[in-house]
């Protein structure tokens, strides 16, 4: 490998710790993003000559942060206003770089808490956490969400702003604020990997593939964090990412859990998955997602819909809807309890969910009453549920699985 | 007898009076020793509105006092950074029953004239 290849390959693995570090030293996102371009420039022009460094980490900060005081000198010279030559002052003063990396892995900590404070709307802090700790385009992220780029673009304009003007912190929250902090953290996470599962597979190449970032998030802070709910994320997005395969047909179509052909199902990520289910069940203070991974590791080891062990699935939606109680959970226990005793059971638990204040506006609600319906043999009820269903589902996909359905019953 | 005097202004017109004007007037009403505290605030995106409700303080993105809720008092306060700020305001009894808005203070650009 050549030292400029060793560049592009530390750019890519790193340029992100990098960063992280350049934003506590040099206070400031954009003045970090770009002591972090000039810092790889001088790499690139350097390394070849003089051998890649022992420490690339190490020296990439430091010459990021000599390049921003540069800078900030320069600009003392042309403007009066002393602000920068105090921001020059403040930085120069810090201890050396190499002492201060120690701290690198907290650096980490300190971007996602700031990039996900919960003074930030849950857009801002999404859009900051996919630009600033995955490092994404500005029109990637615009892609994946299917908005202008210049909308996410001023998203993020603003919450640097609401950083700077507001004064967010860049640290890591103390004991007694770390669980809400993180439960808001690890939403962030959710979001992504929901947009990205949700979003149709294939349909648009360029689309940045938001579940791998998640996972790969998720992934980073259960290295950073040893806590039964960031493993239990972390598991919960590997099981459902793991049917990844089998839930879509080759033209898009979508496959329901119990038609899937599960040899299509990704066993590494589903032997993870249980594996981090296991230990954060295992320890106190596991919540919601540890116990959604452990509904879908039920689902992950059965070898088929009918084999699956629906009572054991019952009772953790049981545990769910206890630390949780929301309809949507109260809507997949019914569909479990009519899995363990009959569709009949299942219908008796949906009908009062479909108020509409509840769930009367959620096309998935409709569309298992549809199913249960049509098993519990009542053709005409389902067929007018599925179109209830229909009339509120977006996504084409979903669409053309439940005309499907409608066609089925009809004949 | 102490009034507080609020400046309400919309967002087109939010930098419309210019900076040293204000601070002109600050200037004659501390001369006058009737100036207790004024400042400048940053526009509303800057702001963060709690709530506490169970013990637990709840972070809003914005001002979001509903609409029927009207101000009611008011506390300046020094704090290192939002986090502090937000600690201190999790604290301001009302916050149990409506919520208190944490905008951060700016310091008015005066340009070079007085530097």
């Keep these: 490998m050549t030292p400029g290849d060793r560049v592009q390959e530390v750019y890519r693995r790193?340029?992100?710790?990098?960063?992280?570090?350049?934003?506590?030293?040099?206070?400031?996102?954009d003045l970090a993003e770009d002591a972090l371009q000039s810092a790889f420039l001088a790499a690139s022009e350097r390394w070849p000559q003089q051998g890649v460094p022992r420490n690339p980490v190490a020296w990439l900060v430091s010459a990021g942060r000599f390049r921003a005081i540069d800078s900030l000198r320069r600009q003392r010279r042309m403007t009066p206003w002393s602000e920068a030559a105090e921001a020059a002052a403040g930085i120069a003063d810090e201890a050396s770089v190499y002492e201060e990396?120690?701290?690198?892995?907290?650096?980490?900590?300190r971007l996602i808490f700031t990039c996900c404070h919960p003074s930030l709307s849950e857009e801002a802090a999404i859009a900051m956490t996919l630009r600033e700790i995955c490092g994404l385009s500005t029109e990637a992220i615009a892609r994946g969400f299917l908005i202008a780029p210049t909308t996410l673009a001023q998203r993020i304009v603003r919450a640097k702003s609401k950083i700077r003007d507001a004064r967010i912190p860049y640290e890591v929250p103390d004991r007694d604020a770390l669980p809400a902090r993180l439960g808001r953290v690890l939403r962030v996470i959710y979001l992504v990997f929901n947009e990205g599962h949700s979003a149709a597979q294939g349909a648009d190449l360029m689309r940045p593939d938001l579940t791998a970032e998640a996972i790969r998030l998720a992934r980073l802070l259960a290295d950073l964090i040893p806590d039964p709910e960031v493993r239990g994320l972390l598991a919960l997005l590997l099981l459902q990412d793991s049917r990844r395969r089998a839930r879509t047909t080759a033209s898009g179509d979508l496959v329901p859990l119990e038609a899937q052909d599960r040899t299509l199902w990704d066993r590494a990520a589903i032997a993870e998955g249980v594996s981090l289910v296991r230990q954060a069940l295992g320890v106190h203070g596991f919540g919601s997602y540890a116990l959604q991974a452990a509904i879908a590791a039920v689902h992950a080891e059965a070898p088929s819909s009918e084999a699956t062990d629906w009572a054991e699935i019952v009772g953790l939606y049981d545990a769910l809807l206890h630390?949780?109680?929301?309809?949507?959970?109260?809507?997949?226990?019914?569909?479990?309890?009519?899995?363990?005793d009959g569709p009949e059971a299942g219908l008796a638990l949906i009908e009062p969910l479909l108020t509409p204040e509840l769930l009367g506006g959620y096309h998935l609600a409709h569309a298992a009453k549809a199913e249960l319906l049509r098993r519990a043999g009542h053709c005409d009820a389902a067929k007018s549920a599925y179109e209830a269903s229909l009339g509120l589902a977006r996504q084409d996909p979903e669409k053309r699985f439940l005309r499907?359905?409608?066609?089925?019953i009809s004949d | 007898m102490k009034y507080l005097c609020l400046v309400y202004l919309d967002r087109e017109n939010w930098s419309a009076c210019p900076d040293p004007v204000c601070a002109d007037y600050a200037q004659k009403l501390v001369d006058r020793q009737v100036l207790l505290a004024g400042e400048a605030l940053h526009p509303v995106d800057s702001a963060t509105t709690v709530r506490v409700r169970n013990g637990q303080a709840q972070l809003y993105d914005g001002p979001f006092a509903e609409t029927k809720?009207?101000?009611?008092?008011?506390?300046?306060?020094?704090?290192?950074?939002?986090?502090?700020?937000?600690?201190?305001?999790?604290?301001i009894p009302p916050g149990e029953y409506g919520s208190i808005e944490v905008r951060p203070v700016r310091q008015l650009e005066l340009g070079d004239a007085t530097s």
């Design chain 1, 323 to 340: 630390r949780e109680p929301s309809p949507v959970i109260a809507l997949n226990r019914a569909v479990a309890v009519a899995m363990r």
């Design chain 1, 101 to 109: 990396l120690e701290d690198v892995e907290d650096d980490r900590l």
């Design chain 1, 14 to 29: 790193e340029n992100r710790r990098v960063f992280a570090t350049l934003v506590r030293l040099l206070g400031d996102f």
């Design chain 2, 69 to 91: 809720e009207l101000l009611a008092g008011f506390y300046l306060v020094e704090a290192r950074d939002l986090n502090e700020a937000i600690r201190i305001a999790s604290g």
């Design chain 1, 404 to 408: 499907a359905r409608l066609a089925e």
